[in-house]
Nanobody, 115 residues
Framework: QVQLVETGGGLVQVGGSLRLSCAAS????????MGWYRQVPGKQRELVAD???????NYADPVKGRFTISRDNAKNTLYLQMNSLKPEDTAVYYC?????????WGQGTQVTVSS
């Protein structure tokens, strides 16, 4: 079982920055892929970015060049640095971990970008 706790969401103006954190209950060095997803009401949850244990990063086109995903194995924490935020980035952001063939999700953190 993996527990994931996201923090760092909030209200920010257009062009601002936020950093999301996701603390895991186990050593994340044993988790092959961790990622961030987001969801707005009435739409499917979508991938924002993910990173493998080997450091390979993958970003959704809308966030390329603005968001950076990273993982700190020593702190068992996944991060998402979000810069140049836009109103369309408003969503609930979820942390995800694929461990032993199962997907695990955090409770989500709200990010609201005001224009």
């Amino acid at each position: 079982q993996v527990q994931l706790v996201e923090t760092g969401g909030g209200l920010v103006q257009v062009g601002g920055s936020l950093r999301l954190s996701c603390a895991a209950s186990i050593r994340i060095s044993s988790i092959y892929v961790m990622g961030w997803y987001r969801q707005v009401p009435g739409k499917q949850r979508e991938l924002v970015a993910d990173v493998s244990s080997g450091g390979l990063r993958n970003y959704a086109d809308p966030v390329k060049g603005r968001f950076t995903i990273s993982r700190d194995n020593a702190k068992n924490t996944l991060y998402l640095q979000m810069n140049s935020l836009k109103p369309e980035d408003t969503a609930v952001y979820y942390c995800n971990a694929a461990f032993n063939g199962w997907p695990y999700w955090g409770q989500g953190t709200q990010v609201t970008v005001s224009s």
